[in-house]
């Protein structure tokens, strides 16, 4: 049977070295550090195949060009060309691997349309001679082409789905689509199309259909009021990108002009507490000077009474009779000399006071020369504190002045990304108005004869055997009397559903359902898209999470059985795992390990120059 293989993602953009993974024919493993790209890479890989978002990560700036490397069922090559946030892919049937320039050999659009020929989906489906195949849409019988998104979805797994609690069969988990997915595993493990129900509405229907119909006008002419352009989305998110352009170019300034600011203010500040220490400092010496000058003029004016004092006795003694000026005796008491004695006394008594005196000025004089040095300087640097804060006032004034130039100009573009975003939201709410419209405006109506829409029970039972044997390959336990519940549209293990289990065990039973119905289909020669991309496949151990059902433990045992048996895979398999795979894989598998850094080898999906 017809099957595809991938052969390489790659991204591409001027200047840049393109970003890579090439994959095995057969399996191929990419672990390692978590947050380096592996999940990305399963993200993109479903983008490339016609998923409607790709949420870009920073290390991904300035990549232009996505390409996602193909092997048609006949062996030729094919590259499939897709840019960021836009619906149109580019064909060329070459293998190419580097940015691209030339002309493509063909142009459509990422979104399958069943009036439209010109889509991913059905080029591909074609290819693998599934264009005409019909499946059952409504209870009622109606059906619709099948489209490449009712396949990717039983063949690549993201992370959030290994794990969620939607059903592997099932794509969204909501009523409106569940018939729909219900027909494709039915189509896929019997090989059987629905029939087409060619019968018009009744005119109960009609009367309904035409109400919808204007009820979902009315809806888009009112939406269609509050938009405020003419733009298209295309000219929408091109200004959107040139807007967070510039923005980006605006943010570096303004934060530049804030730190300049900071440091001014802080350099303010610095400079007033420095000239309050001045003035404080300054207060002290003044008042030190003061007193230290009075003081002084004491200690002259004791050094001057003492010299006239010494003066003075030297003049008394001259006198010869009369009662001795120095001690007051009589002179019938006084002795000889007694009068020069008594001068030589009161002039060493002097002298002895005066040297004393003199001493402490001595000392008080350095003293005073100092603080008078200290209060010149203090004056001095007081003055050219304050002209400091001058400046810093002048120059925190034109910096301020700048910012609120630069924030003014941030603040429109902000308020004109704004428009752009709620333009952008107006039109996507419009085009999804305009396609369920189209959808209802498609609708078939009751079949007077139901088809049938079981799957036999012979069929679901061989692969419920195929799916046990995966499960035992992987000695995955509490997992025995496997099963897939088409009523329930639920895979049951261990007598529970997977909904009823952990994490690690939901991601486990995803895996096998997925793995199962690949071999299932391949060995039949049953219609596959001919691969599987698995992330996080065999979760070994999870941090507790309050909401966590209790479950079986997952032992290292499921994860190297599980490698070994998917070396066997009879298509193509690709791996994302946090985990270092068994030695064995290591050997005979595609390996990518990304480390997270760049000095340990590869550090991720992206050139280590870009992270």
Not at 130 to 154: C, M
Not at 233 to 262: F, G
Request: aromatic share 6%; charged share 25%; hydrophobic share 40%.
């Amino acid at each position: 049977m017809s099957e595809l293989q991938l052969t390489h993602l790659t991204y591409c953009g001027p200047n840049l070295p393109p970003a890579q993974i090439v994959f095995g024919p057969e399996l191929t493993v990419i672990y390692g550090t978590s947050d380096t790209g592996k999940s990305f890479i399963v993200k993109s890989i479903e983008y490339m195949l016609g998923g409607t978002d790709l949420a870009m990560v920073p290390e991904g700036d300035g990549y232009t060009q996505i390409l996602l490397g193909l092997l048609m069922p006949d062996g030729s090559p094919l590259t499939l060309l897709r840019a960021p946030d836009s619906n149109s892919i580019f064909l060329y049937r070459a293998d190419l691997r580097d940015l691209v320039m030339g002309t493509p050999d063909a142009s459509v659009t990422a979104v399958h349309n069943a009036r439209s020929r010109n889509s991913l989906s059905i080029h591909l489906l074609r290819a693998l001679g599934l264009d005409e195949v019909l499946i059952r849409k409504n209870e009622a019988g109606g059906t619709r082409p099948l489209a490449l998104s009712d396949l990717l979805h039983l063949s690549l797994v993201t992370e959030k789905r290994m794990i969620g609690d939607v059903p592997p069969v099932l794509r969204t988990g909501t009523a409106s689509t569940r018939t729909a997915e219900l027909s494709v595993m039915r189509f896929l493990i019997t090989g059987e199309g629905d029939p087409a129900v060619d019968t018009g509405l009744n005119a109960g229907q009609r009367r309904v259909h035409k109400g919808q119909v204007q009820l979902l006008d009315q809806l888009v002419l009112d939406l269609s009021a509050k938009l405020v352009t003419q733009e298209n989305e295309r000219q929408l998110r091109d200004r959107l990108i040139r807007i967070r352009t510039a923005l980006d170019q605006q943010s570096a300034p303004l934060r530049q002009v804030n730190e300049s600011h900071r440091e001014a203010v802080d350099s303010r500040m610095e400079t007033a507490r420095e000239l309050a220490a001045l003035d404080e400092r300054l207060t002290e010496v003044s008042d030190l000077l003061g007193r230290f000058k009075l003081l002084e003029a004491q200690y002259r004016s004791d050094l001057e009474r003492l010299a006239m004092v010494n003066e003075a006795g030297s003049i008394l003694g001259y006198f010869k009779v009369g009662t001795c000026p120095f001690c007051g005796a009589e002179r019938e008491h006084q002795q000889a000399n007694h009068r020069v004695e008594e001068t030589t006394q009161l002039h060493i008594a002097v002298q002895a006071e005066a040297a004393k005196t003199t001493a402490l000025l001595a000392d008080l004089l350095p003293t005073i020369a100092d603080l008078d040095g200290e209060q010149t300087a203090l004056i001095s640097r007081r003055v050219e504190a304050q002209s400091d804060i001058g400046v810093w006032d002048q120059i925190i004034a034109d910096l301020e002045g700048g910012i609120a130039a630069l924030r003014s100009n941030v603040e429109e573009l902000v308020e004109e990304r704004s428009v752009v975003e709620r333009e952008l939201e107006l039109q996507t709410r419009i085009a999804e108005l305009d396609d369920k419209k189209s959808r209802l405006v498609g609708e078939g109506a009751v079949a007077t004869t139901r088809p049938t829409q079981h799957i036999p029970t012979a069929t679901v039972g061989a692969f419920d055997s195929i799916l046990q044997q995966t499960l035992n390959a992987w000695q995955v336990p509490a997992a025995d009397h496997a099963e897939y519940d088409q009523y329930y549209a639920e895979i049951r293990a261990g007598g529970r559903k997977r909904i009823e289990r952990g994490k690690g065990m939901r991601s486990v039973l995803h895996s096998a359902f997925t793995t199962a119905l690949a071999r299932f289909c391949m060995d039949r020669d049953l219609h596959h898209l001919g691969f599987v991309v698995l992330d996080s496949p065999v979760v070994t151990f999870r941090d507790p999470e309050p909401d966590d059902i209790d479950d079986v433990e997952l032992t290292s045992t499921v994860v190297d059985r599980f490698y070994k048996d998917m070396l066997s895979f009879p298509g193509q398999a690709i791996i994302m795992e946090n985990g270092d795979p068994p030695t064995k894989v290591l050997s005979e598998a595609v390996t990518y390990h990304f480390t997270g850094t760049a000095s340990g080898g590869r550090a991720g999906f992206f050139p280590a120059s870009m992270r």
